[in-house]
């Protein structure tokens, strides 16, 4: 199993960044997926998550309105749009998965399988 994330880079505030996380070695439909970051000197802290095969998108209060996670099954791949960025959403972003049971998913330590990173730096 791979989870190759990309698209990370250096943004102005009020930019915006699309995240992209290609998946290999599983089916993505059948798992619940999330997307976290962890900024420097900080824990881990989830962003995003889908946790069922045709659910919606749910956000934390800091990017609701801002970001949209979406997955595009037929790639198994999935997507953070992040628009209106801020300097304080600067941070490692990292996917991940875990088998989906109809159940949310919202602590990092419930998901099996992470990508390895993509780093997002929000500055002027």
């Known amino acids: 199993v791979q989870l190759q994330a990309s698209g990370g880079g250096l943004v102005q505030p009020g930019g915006s960044l699309r995240l992209s996380c290609a998946v290999s070695?599983?089916?993505?439909?059948?798992?619940?997926i999330g997307w976290f970051r962890q900024a420097p000197g900080k824990e881990r802290e989830g962003v995003a998550y889908?946790?069922?095969?045709?659910?919606?998108?749910y956000y934390v209060d800091s990017v609701r309105g801002r970001f949209t996670f979406s997955r595009d099954n037929a790639l198994n791949t999935m997507f953070l749009q992040m628009n209106s960025l801020k300097p304080e959403d600067t941070a490692v972003y990292y996917c991940?998965?875990?088998?989906?049971?109809?159940?949310?998913?919202?602590?990092?330590?419930?998901?099996?399988?992470w990508g390895q990173g993509t780093e997002v730096t929000v500055s002027s």
């Open positions: 991940a998965a875990v088998v989906g049971d109809g159940l949310p998913h919202l602590k990092s330590d419930e998901y099996d399988h």
């Open positions: 070695g599983l089916f993505l439909e059948n798992y619940a």
């Open positions: 889908i946790h069922t095969k045709n659910g919606s998108p």
